[in-house]
């Protein structure tokens, strides 16, 4: 283990196989649970941001289709790190520096927030939402393909489900905390939000400090040669065909845009949707809110345990078609039954995003991180359906006692649309089979590191344990 440790590097070439390749699971867990961090971290920052929705709309006297702003902003920031300045950084340095300039990026714009919260400034509080996701965006756009590569492959989408747990709890503790701490007493007015602005100074004492022990944690690099290796050993790669015709990952990309949205959608109407249809004040709302995101973090443990024994990819289907059939009746629904649907959404929601960045980067071997820029990418659904989600819910203001609920029938559409990849990794053998390869290898759990030179033994019969970190150059006529 140590000897994958050795060498702590901000730069290492994508066209070099280390020893991370075939990393065993013990060697991969003080990474991952460093990794796990960061999930807790942005899983904070959504939780609150739709808290903040609702209260915003009430001290700020805005609509609901201004106050969706806030969404558009968080996650129009998504594309612009994941296929702009992120994804740079991670195919010319690696994950490490991405991990950093993500930290940095949320501490800045936690620091901007803080003086926009105190001069009631929704446009400039916008605008330090847009960095903040520029920074929870580099973070996803690094974590997400980490958690997947670093490690045994078989066991990539429980260990990106487990630690998608933890941003479920962080969207727990966010509304808990809107309700209990923030709006206790001062309900809607002025004084509430200038609680929120030590919460945002506190989170950017708190990144900038991960951001030094990331920085002197020794994280191993997976490149784009270990996980053609990967590909190559299980015969399952698609690299060999050029990125173009990767249509996989553009329909993973596809599907990410449209459940991303709906489920960004759905928990950013909660407390309007708990507010119309049940008549209960924001701060009771923001605590069935809490409840709700309860149920997302409990469906994330649950899924991972089920993944354990059943193919993901089933669970994956029986997730998403869940969503579909629970949402549908919240759309008329009334009070705690109209709720009890959303809870159980949300439940069946929790395993999606992270299965669908594991399965649609199976098999892209050396397109890997360039692949992973496109998946999170995906993210910027939640900029869209929002929008057209509060539109929606305006346009029947006056008309209906509950025009959010109504509205659900957005998210409802694109959860269908979402729902195609679920059915061809299900049905269609071109995506089966490569996700099934990758789910029955033993690399990192059988004769580890058996390709590496350190393990193997010299013309002299002695091995070479005094080596540095063993690099192999990637034959690139090899995989042309």
């Known amino acids: 283990m140590g000897k994958i440790f050795k060498k702590n590097s901000l730069k290492i070439s994508d066209t070099t196989r280390t020893r991370a390749s075939e990393l065993t699971l013990r060697e991969s867990i003080y990474p991952l649970c460093l990794v796990t961090i960061l999930f807790f971290l942005w899983g904070f920052s959504y939780g609150l941001l739709d808290t903040l929705n609702k209260h915003f709309q009430e001290t700020l006297k805005i609509t609901p289709s201004r106050s969706s702003g806030l969404q558009a902003a968080y996650f129009g920031a998504y594309p612009l790190a994941s296929l702009g300045h992120a994804n740079w950084i991670l195919r010319h340095y690696g994950y490490k520096p991405v991990f950093l300039w993500g930290l940095i990026l949320y501490g800045v714009g936690s620091l901007i927030a803080w ?163 049940k008549g209960t004040s924001s701060q009771t709302a923001s605590r069935f809110l809490a409840g709700a995101q309860g149920a997302f973090a409990v469906g994330r443990f649950v899924g991972s345990f089920l993944m354990k024994y059943v193919r993901p990819r089933w669970v994956f289907l029986f997730y998403m078609t869940m969503c579909i059939v629970f949402i549908a009746p919240s759309i008329t629904q009334r009070g705690n039954i109209g709720m009890s ?57 006056g008309k209906t006692d509950a025009p959010t609920a109504l509205a659900m029938t957005v998210p409802l559409c694109f959860f269908v649309a979402a729902w195609s990849y679920t059915l061809c990794v299900n049905f269609v053998p071109a995506y089966r089979d490569v996700a099934d390869k990758f789910t029955t290898t033993e690399i990192g759990i059988v004769d580890a590191h058996n390709h590496d030179e350190e393990s193997q033994v010299d013309n002299q019969g002695v091995k070479a344990k005094d080596e540095p970190l063993h690099a192999e150059v990637l034959d690139s006529e090899k995989k042309a």
């Open 115 to 277: 003086p926009c919260i105190l001069y009631r400034s929704f446009g400039g509080f916008c605008a330090a939402i847009f960095v903040i996701g520029n920074g929870l965006g580099a973070l996803e756009t690094a974590a997400n393909p980490y958690l997947t590569v670093c490690g045994p492959p078989k066991y990539a989408e429980i260990r990106i489900n487990l630690a998608q747990a933890f941003n479920g709890i962080g969207t727990v503790v966010a509304p808990v905390l809107g309700s209990y701490v923030f709006f206790k007493d001062t309900a809607d007015n002025v004084e509430s939000l200038k609680n929120v602005q030590w919460v945002y100074l506190a989170i950017a004492c708190f990144v900038f400090l991960l951001a030094v022990v990331f920085y002197f944690s020794p994280i191993p690099e997976v490149t784009d040669a270990d996980m053609a290796f990967q590909a190559e050993e299980t015969h399952a790669g698609t690299d060999v065909k050029p990125f173009r015709k990767q249509y996989r990952l553009f329909h993973a990309t596809f599907a990410q845009f449209c459940y991303t949205g709906a489920q960004v959608g759905i928990a950013g109407a909660f407390i309007n949707y708990v507010v119309e249809t």
């Open 341 to 397: 649907m959303l809870y159980i959404t949300l439940f069946f929601e929790s395993i999606i995003f992270p299965t669908i960045v594991a399965l649609g980067m199976r098999g892209l071997g050396k397109y890997s991180k360039r692949g992973s820029g496109f998946i999170v990418g995906g993210v910027a659904g939640g900029a869209v359906v929002p929008p057209l989600l509060f539109a929606a819910r305006d346009s029947q203001e």
